[in-house]
């Protein structure tokens, strides 16, 4: 065997030759049944059927588990899906986050023939415009754009994604931000930390509140205080990881380890950190959430949240597509889980801090 070659494409192909002889027809064993078969992390099982789902070889059916596509039966379509972002996101469609989504949406909507097109509410003349070109709407949604997603709603089929709308006709697919929450909490006392910081993000969606919900019952069930003074309210932003960093060292106590609600948060906190002579993981542990492109490639790379983009992006459209079909929904609402990957920007407490 060739080790210079990356694990997942010898995956992707060991794949490929179980449905070419046809070893595998219908539904591909589990993850994790794979990862033990083959000997290779879980991790690498799912990077490579999430090459192969986003070529179109495979694809992915919530709750039930992952199918060979059927590429003479599949009809060609062709129509334009819309995906709608609030204007008032920091960064908009340029933000790493968000950037990624549509990224995994265009990849998702183009193996189905449809393209997609990217527009906000910050144009209201050219909305009526937009919508006629449309045959449905994937949106981000937020309790200050709920009005406008029902106006969407009147005119098109809508899937919305990040948080569910307070219209539960309308079919989501979110995260179970708060369960990995929990986790990071978990993987961080398990390191010895017991003084541990925390970065929200806006508190203004499910999305903020679970995750700020999620660090506080971590804590609590590893028989820790909550303490308001670790909480620094954060916006998203690499400037408010910078400023929480500021806060924090401004502490009689600072935090062993600093929990960030998203990555450009703990992208900002390690600058700052790195800035001041201080060492990452050495004298402060930082975990992130989302895991964007950069997360990997920083050194050391970003201990963080890992989120499942392309399932979510794969779900939302196969959910409009029913929609646009008229055909019915088996789950209205979905929510996906999301795990810790540890990297280079966790680890133990430092003796110090334990007896400081």
């Keep these: 065997m060739d080790t210079t070659i990356p694990k997942y494409l010898l995956v992707e192909d060991h794949i490929r030759q179980q449905i070419k002889q046809r070893k595998i027809i219908d539904k591909l064993p589990g993850e994790r049944q794979l990862a033990a078969e083959l000997g290779y992390s879980y991790m690498t099982i799912r990077k490579a059927i999430e090459n192969l789902v986003d070529e179109g070889l495979l694809y992915k059916v919530p709750t039930k588990g992952?199918?060979?596509?059927?590429?003479?039966t599949q009809k060609t379509k062709t129509g334009t899906i819309g995906y709608f972002l609030d204007s008032r996101?920091?960064?908009?469609?340029?933000s790493p986050y968000y950037s990624q989504i549509f990224d995994a949406l265009q990849k998702a909507t183009a193996r189905e023939g449809y393209s997609l097109i990217?527009?906000?509410?910050?144009?209201?003349?050219?909305?009526?415009?937009t919508l006629k070109k449309l045959d449905g709407v994937i949106s981000t949604c937020f309790p200050r754009v709920e009005g406008f997603i029902q106006e969407l709603k009147a005119v098109v089929p809508v899937v919305v994604i990040d948080n569910s709308a307070a219209d539960k006709t309308i079919p989501s697919v979110i995260l179970d931000n708060f369960s990995a929450q929990v986790e990071s909490v978990d993987y961080l006392c398990s390191l010895g930390h017991e003084r541990i910081g925390f970065i929200t993000g806006l508190e203004d969606s499910d999305v903020g509140k679970n995750r700020y919900e999620g660090y506080k019952s971590g804590l609590q069930k590893n028989g820790i205080a909550v303490e308001p003074e670790l909480v620094f309210r954060g916006n998203y932003t690499f400037g408010s990881g910078v400023s929480g960093v500021d806060y924090f060292l401004s502490l009689e106590q600072?935090?062993?380890a600093i929990m960030c609600a998203n990555d450009s948060m703990a992208l900002g906190a390690i600058s700052k950190l790195h800035q001041l002579g201080l060492e990452v993981p050495e004298d402060i542990s930082i975990i992130g959430f989302d895991d964007i492109n950069v997360a990997s490639q920083i050194t050391p790379p970003l201990t963080t949240i890992f989120v499942p983009i392309n399932e979510i992006?794969?779900?939302a459209f196969n959910m409009l597509q029913c929609l646009i079909d008229g055909k019915p929904l088996e789950n209205r609402h979905i929510a996906l889980a999301a795990h810790l990957v540890p990297r280079?920007?966790?680890?133990e407490v430092a003796a110090e801090l334990v007896t400081a």
């Design 66 to 72: 992952t199918y060979v596509a059927d590429r003479k």
């Design 313 to 315: 992006a794969a779900c």
């Design 344 to 347: 280079g920007t966790s680890a």
């Design 118 to 129: 990217y527009f906000t509410d910050t144009n209201e003349s050219d909305l009526q415009r």
């Design 254 to 256: 600072r935090p062993s």
């Design 89 to 94: 996101i920091a960064g908009g469609l340029s």
